[in-house]
């Protein structure tokens, strides 16, 4: 931890636990807003030019991967005041409130399921602005990492009222693994150590692809090996519509710089179940045809460290209304994230 920047107190309220209003039985209302809107809760004179450029620069800018500009989130401001008074903006699920006091002691308080569920509060507790500033860049990852579970756990709730059981038992036929599906999916096929599940409606498709082969040594976790991976998988087993056409990365660079055309971003990530993981990020074409789209694939360790496992979300929404490709991959990137080994 850099110095000057206090440990993050972590406060984890259960739903049976005080505070925040309850339903009926005793629970916690569901959350409202948006999926990945993030409600900022700030007077004006601590969203000032200075601090509300930050929150745009670390959580409104464009994600990685979407072939046309979309945010990570979309930003709403309110009053500290509002927030306490109105009930529909307390129960938002992706809330940061940031304060600045002399009497603050520079911390960052984390805040589970406080007045609804899924809800994630982050509250940054600062002295200054410069002190706000640094708080807010120096713990952005983590705040950006829990938005992201919370909205996985919302949609893992959707998919369970829903619970495709017929397509979940068949993924665990092929592969021995349980992933979480919504019965609007269906099984799209399968063979030796890989399975494909898909939903598609009349305005956008996605679906997920799950691969398997042995591990033999760590180079195979570079971004050019997964890339090369998710070719192979994809040129055999996921077809386009005309003959002779499949699906693939999208790799094309410019001639000149060198750069993707469409940006391509690996990180190694925390993936439950996995001691060792790469998201890759990107979008994908079809080749020998004209449609092409976000992904998001997950290639990681298997717990006996034998063997790696791919699982790959991918989009086609062609018009981005009334969907947009930022939440549908939220979606399978949900799906990728309820992976179970048997």
């Known amino acids: ?65 979407l072939p046309q500009p979309e945010k990570k989130f979309d930003l709403v401001n309110v009053p500290r005041s509002s927030f306490e008074e109105v009930e529909m903006f307390k129960v938002h699920r992706n809330v940061v409130i940031l304060d600045i006091n002399e009497a603050n002691e520079n911390k960052v308080y984390k805040h589970i399921d406080e007045y609804a569920v899924p809800q994630v509060i982050f509250d940054f507790a600062a002295k200054s602005t410069k002190d706000l500033d640094s708080l807010l860049r120096h713990y952005a990852p983590m705040v950006e990492e829990e938005f992201y579970a919370a909205e996985h756990r919302r949609i893992w709730k959707a998919y369970t009222e829903e619970e495709g059981y017929e397509v979940e038992a068949s993924v665990k036929e092929a592969m021995g693994i349980g992933l979480k599906l919504s019965q609007s999916y269906g099984l799209a096929s399968k063979g030796k150590d890989f399975v494909w599940v898909k939903m598609e409606a009349k305005d956008f498709g996605m679906g997920v692809l799950v691969n398997r082969y042995d591990y033999k040594e760590s180079g195979m976790f570079e971004e ?19 003959e002779g056409s499949y699906m693939g990365i999208e790799r094309r660079k410019d001639k000149e710089s060198g750069e993707w055309l469409l940006p391509i971003e690996s990180k190694v990530v925390e993936f439950e179940g996995s001691s060792y993981c790469v998201e890759t990020r990107g979008c994908w074409r079809l080749f020998g045809n004209f449609m092409g789209g976000p992904f998001v694939s997950f290639t990681l360790l298997t717990p006996d460290k034998k063997q790696i496992m791919s699982l790959t979300g991918y989009v086609y929404c062609p018009r981005n209304k ?21």
């Open 322 to 342: 009334p969907y947009t490709k930022r939440d549908l991959l939220m979606q399978v990137e949900s799906v990728c994230h309820s992976l179970k080994f048997e």
């Open 1 to 65: 931890m850099k110095k000057g920047l206090l440990t993050i107190m972590v406060v984890a309220l259960l739903a049976s636990g005080c505070g925040g209003k309850m339903g009926e039985l005793g629970k916690k209302k569901g959350s409202s807003g948006k999926t990945l809107e993030l409600m900022v809760v700030a007077d004006r004179n601590v969203y000032g030019e200075r601090i509300k450029g930050v929150v745009e620069e670390l959580w409104g800018s464009p994600q990685t991967g």
């Open 224 to 242: 050019e090996r997964i890339l090369d991976s998710l070719d192979a998988m994809m040129q055999r087993w996921v077809p386009g519509p005309s």
